[in-house]
């Protein structure tokens, strides 16, 4: 499977411009793709004011995605602010498939630290999405933390990061999803922004690929671009038969 990051700044609060930013770099992919990532909030930057900026699963963002999905034969995914019924709002990550089909997972570990708890409703399911023969399972920047939630127990063959991960504390997301993808045996793709926000936070980006033994299939980048690779599965089901460390992991329940 062909996986294209798209890693850059975001601007501030502005979902039609940070729109025609992606559609643009989206359209000038000339290679064939399988997959695009953008990402977390990707039309707005990391706000905690999600009643200026939200939208439905009707609105022009998820139309949007469906529209270029379809056009680029390539599902596309990554988080955008969303309101449900009674001004509930999600950081939901969506995975739109190139037929128009959607999925989607809602963060469920919401940034204590920044108020996202406050503002943000946090999702209680985990989203294991069956494409092109891949399981993939998507998670939003701080689900990075928390390994338990993580952990590969549905026989999943690619985790999925999306972040607005900044600067200081970018060793801890190198190291994580290194971590993630050897304890899970599972590709990784994390993918980050770069610039400023409005609230002066810096973010270096940082997106990359890792195989299941946390090797970089793509090293980490720090610059604006659109960064490519092929996922090979029938090396990742290789490693996992010959090393078989899966077959060890505990038995837990996790309680919501």
């Excluded at 529209?67 to 969506?94: C, D, H, Q």
């Excluded at 995975?95 to 919401?110: M, N, T, W």
């Excluded at 590969?152 to 900044?166: G, R």
Aim: aromatic letters at 10%; hydrophobic letters at 40%.
């Amino acid at each position: 499977m062909k996986v294209a990051l798209i890693q850059s700044a975001l601007i501030w609060e502005n979902p039609e411009a940070n729109r025609a930013y992606f559609e643009e770099k989206i359209n000038a992919i000339a290679e064939d793709v399988n997959l695009v990532v953008l990402p977390e909030m990707f039309t707005t930057g990391f706000t905690m004011g999600p009643a200026k900026v939200a939208e439905t699963m009707q609105g022009e963002t998820v139309m949007w995605m469906q529209a270029l999905a379809k056009a680029k034969n390539a599902a596309i995914t990554g988080s955008v602010v969303i309101e449900e019924e009674n001004a509930t709002f999600y950081n939901r990550m969506l995975f739109v498939f190139p037929s128009g089909e959607i999925q989607h997972y809602d963060k469920r570990h919401l940034f204590t630290l920044a108020g996202e708890d406050k503002v943000y409703s946090r999702g209680t399911q985990k989203l294991i999405v069956e494409y092109l023969g891949w399981r993939i399972c998507p998670f939003v920047c701080y689900d990075l933390r928390f390994p338990v939630f993580s952990r590969n127990v549905e026989n999943y063959d690619l985790l999925i990061y999306v972040a607005s991960w900044p600067k200081t504390r970018i060793k801890a997301w190198d190291t994580l999803l290194a971590a993630r993808a050897i304890e899970n045996m599972s590709c990784v793709v994390g993918v980050n922004r770069i610039g400023t926000d409005a609230n002066g936070y810096e973010y270096i980006g940082h997106s990359q690929v890792l195989d299941c033994l946390g090797e970089h299939l793509i090293a980490p980048q720090e610059s604006e671009g659109v960064f490519i690779t092929t996922l090979n599965q029938s090396t990742l089901i290789e490693t996992r038969k010959k090393l078989n460390f899966l077959n060890d992991k505990d038995s837990f329940e996790i309680r919501n």
